[in-house]
């Protein structure tokens, strides 16, 4: 990959491979596909109309859509105007704050989404879709310096002020090959994936990456996929996929409402590689999925954990590739005082806690756990995971204090607490989400983990 904007991934992809295709898959499973030659030709289009409707070249722009058909050439147009895109969920709860933040932008709509845009006060600026393709094309794509932003990533935490993560092209370009050369992805690769690009996995990991690597990209809604979790799947065996992304939850989904017959009448022998993360990962979900999908032909090393966080551009650690992922044993009361002791057959099954190890830092970038005063601890200790490399962002936009706190001295302080296993990374849950009790730390992922398991406790999953 020899391109110095994220602009020139698209435009590179276009050159080398132009009749590569994009399918995108309705909920009904009909498929439309473009050519990454008629991907560019369409963004032109729309920077052309974003240019034409007067905005200022570095503003972050809001895109809003619903249907990734749709925010593709909204995202690449935005690009191609020299604009900074804003990639949100169609929720309106989460655009507007983010709209106030950003200084009342215009914002870029799908038809499916202006509902949401109207629901901003009166005055607010809205560029649909359908009016910024009906103009000609720009005539040149911006080229905008690779330390200027990309593109503006709000983090998915749930709680406080929005925090948009500011990432540069040059981060954004590093975390693509150390993406790409982490997964071995290759212009042979068949990507599916339901996980919505407002998210730095669905963007980022389904995205970008494959297109870095000019791989075919099958595209699933993923309210399409929430509502029937089983297309998933069909479309995976369907188109052959090589390379598929999910979270804990939608294997957790997976097994409650895909049961082991459908897996018996597909065929996904063809899947080398399912990146499982986003968040916590249930060593029992895990196994459990691994048991649904054996009728299916899918190999047993396929489903890899990994760790990243939008702070990082996206990806931050992933185990060699080959491995059959298993949990790792450890005994929760020396955990709890920040020790890690392997826990063995015949130990107090009380005392057990299973971790996924996600693998080692992706190339170029470093990972160190440190104390609360932000000293560097040993190996199988616990403690604050840090994160260095050339993919780090640059803060939060607009919000210096919290970039103070988080970005320091070139590592980033991730908010997530875990240990170095022999160098693997292993991930224990969020710092602000454990309870101190007589000197012992109790981490929110293992706490419902244990109550899953006992008898007569609802699984938070079901509902």
């Known amino acids: 990959m020899n391109t110095a904007t994220l602009l020139d991934v698209l435009l590179d992809a ?41 905005v200022a070249p570095g503003t972050c722009v809001p895109v809003l859509a619903e249907h990734s058909a749709d925010f593709q050439p909204m995202f690449w147009g935005a690009l191609a105007a020299g604009l900074v895109p804003v990639p949100l969920a169609p929720d309106p709860r989460r655009v507007r704050p983010v709209w106030e933040h950003l ?76 993406l790409t050369e982490a997964s071995a992805l290759t212009e042979r690769d068949v990507v599916v994936s339901w996980m919505p690009y407002f998210h730095d996995m669905g963007l980022i990991g389904t995205h970008l990456a494959p297109l870095a690597a000019r791989a075919r990209q099958v595209k699933i809604g993923p309210l399409s996929f929430a509502k029937n979790p089983r297309l998933w799947f069909d479309v995976a065996a369907a188109h052959r996929g090589t390379v598929l992304s999910a979270a804990n939850f939608a294997l957790a989904l997976t097994l409650r409402r895909v049961p082991e017959e459908v897996f018996a009448a597909l065929d996904l022998s063809a899947v080398r590689l399912i990146t499982v993360g986003a968040e916590p990962i249930s060593a029992t979900v895990w196994r459990d999925f691994a048991a649904r999908t054996r009728a299916s032909g899918l190999d047993p090393r396929a489903a890899t954990p990994v760790y990243g966080l939008a702070e ?152």
């Not at 038809?111 to 109207?118: G, I, L, W, Y």
Request: proline share 9%; hydrophobic share 40%.
């Open 103 to 178: 200084g009342r932008p215009p914002v870029v709509v799908d038809t499916a989404c202006a509902p949401v845009a109207a629901e901003l006060p009166d005055g607010a600026g809205v560029l649909r879709l359908d009016v910024l393709r009906e103009g000609p094309p720009a005539a040149s794509p911006a080229t905008p310096d690779p330390d200027a932003l990309a593109f503006l990533q709000f983090s998915s935490g749930s709680t406080g002020a929005p925090k948009g993560v500011e990432l540069t092209h040059r981060a954004v370009l590093a975390n693509l090959r150390q």
């Open 14 to 54: 276009a050159r080398q491979s132009p009749d590569q295709l994009i399918v995108h898959v309705r909920g009904d499973g009909g498929e439309t596909a473009v050519t990454f030659r008629e991907l560019v030709a369409e963004s032109l289009r729309v920077a052309g109309g974003l240019r034409a409707a007067g």
């Open 312 to 463: 990082a551009t996206l990806a931050v650690a992933f185990p060699p590739l080959g491995e059959t992922a298993v949990p790792v044993a450890v005994r929760r009361s020396a955990l709890g005082r920040g020790r890690v002791v392997e826990w063995e057959p015949g130990d107090d099954p009380a005392e057990l806690v299973e971790l996924m190890d996600v693998g080692v830092p992706v190339p170029g970038s470093s990972v160190r756990i440190t104390d609360g005063a932000g000293r560097p601890l040993g190996d199988r200790r616990a403690g604050h995971i840090e994160v260095s490399g050339p993919q780090i962002a640059r803060g939060y936009h607009g919000l210096p204090d919290a970039t103070a706190r988080s970005f320091t001295d070139g590592w980033l302080r991730t908010g997530d607490l875990g240990f170095l296993r022999d160098g693997r990374l292993c991930v224990s849950g969020r710092s602000k989400d454990v309870l101190f009790v007589n000197g012992r730390t109790f981490h929110a992922p293992d706490l419902e983990e244990v109550a899953s398991g006992t008898p007569g406790v609802p699984d938070a999953t079901s509902s």
